[in-house]
Each structure stands twice: as structure tokens, then as C-alpha cells.
């Protein structure tokens, strides 16, 4: 996820869980193309990463070969790895904080094409979370339009690099919370009616953040956005760019932003995909999104009305659904391994869905199988987006995103005030509303210090395209025009589809970006690209 949630139960990273989900890509997790845990190190000092030094590129020797009859076998991979400081301090300099003195490690991939010719520099990618791997997306983006990743003209002009940020997967990764609590989380009802049902996620919310807290302590705040911001100037130079190229989605908007707010002059193009308001707060980012996700709902809901014939739960699928959460509250459905679909699995069944319209198949053909008995689909489709593997096991998105999350946000509601607003959002987005109400429990009951993002004009940079997607459940589309006046030079670049994220999805929006990132062609002001 994204952002815009704020919190652990709704964050919006299924792009992560499902690699190029906007895509229509395979998932992630099922795909078997994933790195080692740890790519082979390059040592850099975190002075001299700050200052440009370069690292020594290795091979990814695993890449390659998993990579053979996938697409991409003109395509060659390097891992490095540079160390950045913990704290940047204020304004970038010195700092005598928590973190004085130590770095983190942030690993890197870069993927170059055997045909480049006439290259433009590096492409800088991020898929968004918090808590997504850039390494992983830059590979499947590597693997070309046929898999549904980045363009020719694209791919043979840029060096493709990803970095995991800081706090994430292979870059000196948060991990606080158990398997057990994740699995609790996801699993509870998604609208705790009861006090004492709203109590038992607040107590699962201080357990997970005193767990978190008991770990990291004073150090949490360090993974907020603004110092990876500043880690991301490092991998700029790392890749010995003067200026950055940047693509970033869901949550990377909001990343790249804020590099074009320190950074100005350091700005090349930036591409901002899946736009995050930034001035939003909790609060009011957590009711955009319940807007966002009742939305896309109520889309999917009329096209399986129009298409009975794929959609075995017409000609009424709010009932339907409604029914399959309602009756998992009483009495879930056991699978064959005894694992019991409950509310909160049906629950992120139906939002891992609506990141694609593609997905909406298949929730139909989920909620249709469980009211027959067979849980199998809704698990599958809520372990993508949650990240959990077959045996049980979560990578540490999750972790990262609360982290990230938390340390970002200033605003904090009081229980009191987030009762309130369940019953208040029930009334307003009655399948969404609540579950992203009691979501602010999670960042509210958070440990540690809070180190917000700027928010004001990119004075200085050069024109920034902002795209957004009108049906977009996690990043709503209002949030687009926000973000690019906000920055003063953003520039809005509409697609008129459905699903998280735009590019490259149709010929319109993909020759826009395109002549952006490569002949810095600004989109004339106000184009709109149809859905088809």
C-alpha cells in the first residue's frame, strides 16, 4: 500500500506481493524469481556513499538463470550494496541522534540490456508499500512488455536499477512482529462491533508495537521517508547519474516527491505513478482511501451485473460478499489444512482484488467457491497481498511498512475519536469504512519518536508527471491533481481505467511516459488516456 492508509491492515503493497499486479503479472510469490536473501556485498563507507562514491557492481549469478526462457534473456543483472548514514541529521549534514555514527545497508540491482544503445543514464524504481522490494520490481520490470514490464524504447535506453529502502527486504530489514500476531491481524474481523472486540485489536496493536519498540527503540523514527529520500540521492550517485530518472508507484510518489523537495536540482524526470497526497494526515488519508476502495467496489459490483456469464455471484455481489464476511464472523470455513477462513481473510480476499480489474474474476469465482465450502481461492488471494507463504511464514513488509508508516505520521487520533469514526465511515463506505477506521489503531498505539516529510513546492525542479488513475482504490484519483500542485511543477497525466497504477498499461499512457523519460517531453496539460 500504500501511504495513504497509514496503518498495518490496510497498507497497499499487494504490487509487491503480486510483482507487476497493475501488470497482470503472475504473483510474486508463486513466480520462483526471486533473489537471495542477501546479494553479494560491495562495502562502501557511508561518507563516501554520501558523497558519490561508486560501488563495485558483481554479478547476480541466480538471476540469469532463472530468468532463461522467461523473456528476458538479453538482459544482464549486478547487485551492490552501499552503506548510508542511520541518521542524515537536519538538512542532510551531521548528526548526534540515535543513529550518529552507524549506517544501514541498502542493496541495489541493475539490470542492462545486451542491445542498449544511445543510453540515457539510469531508471530508478520503487514500487511503493511501504515495504516494497525495488530490487525484485526492478527484475520483473526488466523482463520486458510481453510479461507485461517496461518497454523496449525503455529498457535499451536506461539501466533499469532497483533498491530496497532502507528497513526493507534485503537492506537492513525491520523485523518485530511475529507470524502468529500478523496472522491475527489479518484474520480479525474487519468491523470489531463489540467495545470488547475493539478492545482485542487495541491490544493486539500494543503487542505488535511493543514488541517493535523493545527491538529498535529510539532508532524507529530513523525509517521514516525522509531519510530514505535522502539514502535514494546516495544510490544517484552510486550509479554515477548526475541528475536522477526516477519511476515510482503508490507509495514511491511519495519517496520521489520528497527527493524533489530536497533534491531539486538534482532532478532529471520523475515519473510519480499512483499519486499520495502528501498533506493528507492520518485521518484523512485513511477516509480517501475508504472512499477509494467502496469505488472500486461499487464498479466491480455493476460490471459483474453486465457480465453474468464470468461472474458467478451476479447479478448482486455487494449481498454476496456482504453475506460470505457476515457468515465468516459465525462460523468460517475450515480449509483442508484446518486453517479457518474468518471475516478478516474474506475481507483482504476482496481488496487484493480490486487493485486490477483483472482480479475481479477471480473474487467472484473466490466468494462463489467459499459459499460451497472451499476457502481455497480466498486464501489465495489474501496471502498475495499479505505476503504469507504457503507454510505460514511472512517476509517483512509488513514490518517495514508499520515502521515507515508510524514514523512519518504526526497525527494521532485518540481510541475514543477512531470509535467514532467506525460507526461514522459503517454509515458512509459500509464495506471499507470501519476496517480502515480501526486501522489507525496500529500507527496510534506505535512506540517511538515521529519524523515527518516535507510538504511544499519542489522549487528549482524541472517538470514532474504525476499520473493517476480515476477507478484506483488505493492511491484515489483526487489525490493526483493534489500532488502535483502541491510539488508547483507537476504536471497530471490521466488514465481513464481501473486498478492501482498506469504504466504501462495503454499505448496512450506509455508513449506519454516514454517521450518524458527519454526526450524529457512534458504531457500536454490535461491529456486524458481512455481506458481501452
Not at 505476503?387 to 509488513?398: E, H, I, M, P, V
Not at 511544499?456 to 525542479?461: D, E, H, L, Q
Request: glycine content about 12%; charged content about 20%.
Amino acid at each position: 500500500m500504500t501511504r495513504t492508509a497509514h496503518q498495518l491492515r490496510m497498507a497497499t503493497s499487494r504490487r509487491v506481493r503480486r510483482t507487476l499486479a497493475a501488470f497482470a503479472v503472475a504473483a510474486l510469490l508463486t513466480a520462483g524469481c526471486t533473489l537471495p536473501a542477501f546479494a553479494p556485498r560491495t562495502e562502501v563507507e557511508g561518507a563516501a556513499a554520501a558523497t558519490g562514491s561508486a560501488p563495485t557492481w558483481r554479478p547476480c549469478p541466480e538471476v540469469p538463470d532463472e530468468l532463461v526462457g522467461r523473456g528476458a534473456p538479453d538482459m544482464r543483472y549486478e547487485c551492490a550494496r552501499i552503506a548510508v548514514p542511520r541518521d542524515w541529521g537536519t538538512g542532510g549534514g551531521a548528526s548526534t541522534g540515535p543513529g550518529a555514527g552507524q549506517t544501514f545497508e541498502i542493496a541495489l540491482l541493475r539490470a542492462r540490456s545486451t542491445k542498449q544503445r544511445d543510453r540515457v543514464g539510469s531508471l530508478v524504481v520503487n514500487p511503493g508499500g511501504p515495504g516494497g522490494s525495488g530490487v525484485d520490481t526492478a527484475v520483473y520490470l526488466s523482463f520486458g512488455p510481453q510479461f507485461g514490464g517496461l518497454p523496449t524504447s525503455i529498457t535499451e535506453r536506461f539501466d533499469i536499477v532497483g533498491f530496497d529502502p532502507r528497513g526493507v527486504s534485503r537492506s537492513s530489514p525491520v523485523k518485530c512482529i511475529s507470524d502468529a500476531d500478523l496472522d491475527a491481524s489479518f484474520g480479525f474481523d474487519p468491523d470489531p462491533a463489540s467495545q470488547s472486540a475493539f478492545d482485542g485489536f487495541v491490544g493486539l496493536s500494543q503487542r505488535i508495537g511493543r514488541g517493535c519498540g523493545d527491538r529498535y527503540g529510539d532508532q524507529l523514527p530513523l525509517y521514516g521517508t525522509e531519510q530514505a529520500a535522502r539514502d535514494m540521492d546516495a544510490v544517484r550517485a552510486a550509479v554515477g547519474d548526475d541528475k536522477l530518472t526516477y519511476l515510482g508507484y503508490s507509495y514511491g510518489t511519495l519517496l520521489g516527491a520528497t527527493y524533489a523537495q530536497l533534491y531539486p536540482q538534482r532532478v532529471r524526470a520523475l515519473v510519480l505513478d499512483g499519486a499520495v497526497d502528501p498533506q493528507q494526515r492520518l485521518v484523512e488519508g485513511s477516509e480517501s482511501q475508504a472512499r477509494g476502495f467502496e469505488r472500486a467496489f461499487n464498479n466491480f459490483t455493476r460490471w459483474c451485473a453486465a457480465n453474468a456469464d464470468r461472474c458467478p455471484i451476479a447479478p448482486d455481489a455487494r449481498a454476496a460478499v456482504t453475506s460470505a464476511i457476515d457468515k465468516a464472523k459465525a462460523s468460517p470455513v475450515r480449509g483442508a489444512n484446518g486453517r479457518e477462513a474468518t471475516a478478516g481473510w474474506v475481507f483482504y480476499a476482496v481488496i487484493s482484488s480490486l487493485y486490477t480489474e483483472s482480479g475481479w474474476q477471480e473474487l467472484a469465482k473466490a466468494i462463489d467457491q467459499l459459499a460451497a465450502g472451499d476457502p481455497k481461492d480466498v486464501f489465495r488471494l489474501a496471502d498475495a497481498y499479505a505476503g504469507r507463504g504457503d507454510d505460514g511464514r511472512y517476509s517483512n513488509l509488513f514490518d517495514a511498512n508499520l515502521a515507515i508508516n508510524c514514523a512519518d505520521e504526526t497525527e494521532k487520533p485518540s481510541r475514543e475519536q477512531i470509535r467514532q469514526l467506525q460507526a461514522e465511515w459503517r454509515g458512509k463506505y459500509p464495506l471499507f469504512g470501519p476496517a480502515l477506521a480501526v486501522g489507525m489503531l496500529s500507527c496510534v498505539e506505535w512506540p517511538g519518536g515521529r519524523d515527518p516529510y516535507p510538504t511544499g513546492r519542489a522549487n528549482g525542479a524541472p517538470p514532474i508527471v504525476v499520473v493517476g488513475t480515476t477507478g484506483d482504490p488505493a492511491t484515489p484519483y483526487e489525490q493526483t491533481p493534489r500532488l502535483a500542485s502541491m510539488l508547483g511543477v507537476g504536471r497530471v497525466l490521466t488514465w481513464e481505467g481501473e486498478g492501482h497504477t498506469a504504466y504501462p498499461q495503454t499505448s496512450c499512457i506509455t508513449s506519454a511516459v516514454d517521450a518524458y523519460l527519454i526526450d524529457l517531453t512534458v504531457p500536454g496539460e490535461g491529456l486524458r488516456c481512455p481506458a481501452r
